[in-house]
């Protein structure tokens, strides 16, 4: 028995695996779960919402995003075929064809929800519909360079967390240029809010970003020479503090397509080697340790095989690194004066630098990718926009980053829900449909 309060009306029999859940009759919360959970169980995990899709990630791979595939949606209008992320897709591309208008798409969820997997899916699919025919005198297709980008954004801004095995822990806004006739004219990528805090600290069942895991696998084997590198990741206290191994991740396999990656994009070797080296020095840097000098409590360097490595790595003086972090020099009015740090200050000053280096070399890559998928010469006439935002997630300890990406995911939430609850429902009585709760 239940309370009539609770209780709510049910949809016709016809109703039953409706591909559009703003046609039902009665559309509420539960109508709503019943749709998506029948749906899912028959293996169809998309579903409209009006001008939404809602997706349910299966966590396993479906045989729907082949080439065959691509040619049943490939100008088709919504309607006329089965509900699917390649149907959105394809909507937009024909309505900046037609309508001379940048279009955008907000793929957005809770961590594990799919949404880097399915940004992926929307940059191929207009990748291969929209391709360019000029492609003399290159070695590598534009369509293949705009692709490639995913090993490199992936292994630097993603993480395995409590509740993802590779959660993008960045946003980014990716606009896909077209020229006059809608043919792929180049690329570019902007990032949001990624999460410095994990570089230096990580909770039990975490892991910090992948690459540094993928720098100590045997694929290449001068890269842990070069880069000053032991065999052991425990050597390495910055990420070592969670897990260091994910099951559902071959960090062997992720460096290669990584490395590859990098030469897809035209990355001169000088530079990919350079990230390399920083992503090991950022790994360095816990090594780095103080101790106190005599009864004084300012700071200096204990061994110095660490930080030797550290500035090897970075191409800068020891000394003149050790000194920066325990005396650094600080602008008081209109002169410089050093300030004396004791140990704990040194070791939260290199933590920082840590932090700070890897989110320039991470803003670094990325104005590295731009500049190879920006063609200069091909002309440009419209833009199809994913934005693709940070799962939500709550963690024992919340850093910054990550409650900037939970209050922009609740809004992006309230938006949706507003959408397809409160707008629909008032079409509903607009049309004199009898009220429901």
């Not at 995913?150 to 409590?162: H, L, Q, V």
């Not at 020479?225 to 050597?235: A, F, P, R, S, V």
């Not at 000194?323 to 920082?352: H, L, M, R």
Request: neutral net charge.
């Amino acid at each position: 028995m239940y309370d009539e309060s609770q209780v709510e009306p049910r949809n016709p029999p016809k109703y039953e695996l409706l591909e559009d859940m703003a046609n039902m009759t009665y559309l509420s919360e539960g109508s709503v779960v019943h749709n998506l959970n029948s749906r899912y169980l028959r293996f169809l995990i998309y579903t409209y919402s009006g001008l939404f899709c809602v997706v349910v990630n299966p966590y396993k791979r479906y045989p729907i995003y082949t080439p065959r595939v691509v040619n049943l949606y490939l100008g088709k209008r919504k309607n006329e075929v089965p509900p699917h992320l390649w149907a959105v897709t394809e909507t937009a591309y024909r309505n900046m064809l037609s309508n001379h208008k940048n279009q955008s798409m907000l793929i957005t969820g809770e961590s594990g929800a799919g949404k880097t997997e399915n940004t992926k899916k929307v940059i191929a699919y207009l990748a291969m519909v929209a391709t360019s025919s000029k492609k003399a005198g290159k070695k590598v297709s534009l369509e293949d360079q705009i692709v490639a980008t995913n090993p490199i954004m992936e292994s630097y801004g993603n993480a395995k967390t409590s509740r993802n095995d590779n959660s993008s822990r960045f946003g980014k806004f990716i606009r896909i240029h077209f020229g006059p006739s809608g043919k792929l004219a180049g690329c570019d990528i902007q990032s949001y809010l990624l999460e410095k805090s994990r570089i230096t600290q990580q909770q039990e069942v975490e892991r910090s970003y992948h690459i540094f895991y993928q720098l100590l696998q045997p694929y290449m084997a001068e890269l842990k020479t070069k880069c000053l590198l032991t065999d052991d990741i425990y050597d390495y206290f910055f990420v070592s503090q969670g897990k260091v191994i994910v099951e559902s991740i071959n960090d062997n396999e992720e460096l290669e397509y990584t490395d590859n990656a990098f030469d897809i994009l035209g990355f001169p070797e000088s530079e990919k080697w350079c990230a390399y080296r920083i992503t090991a020095a950022v790994m360095t840097f816990g090594e780095v340790h103080f101790k106190q000098k005599g009864r004084d409590e300012q700071a200096e360097p204990d061994e110095l095989e660490w930080p030797s490595k550290v500035a090897t790595l970075l191409g800068v003086n020891m000394e003149e690194l050790m000194k920066a972090f325990c005396k650094p020099k600080i602008k008081v009015g209109t002169e410089w004066v050093t300030k004396a740090q004791n140990v704990e200050q040194a070791t939260n000053s290199v933590g920082a630098i840590a932090r700070s280096t890897y989110n320039r070399l991470f803003l670094w890559l990325i104005d590295m990718c731009n500049r190879t998928l920006l063609d200069p010469t091909m002309k440009k006439a419209n833009c199809c926009c994913v934005l693709d935002i940070a799962g939500f997630e709550i963690f024992e300890y919340n850093g910054f980053e990550q409650i900037s990406i939970n209050f922009v995911n609740e809004k992006l939430q309230q938006f949706f829900n507003h959408h397809m609850f409160v707008v629909e429902q008032e079409e509903y009585l607009s049309e004199g449909t009898q009220k429901y709760k």
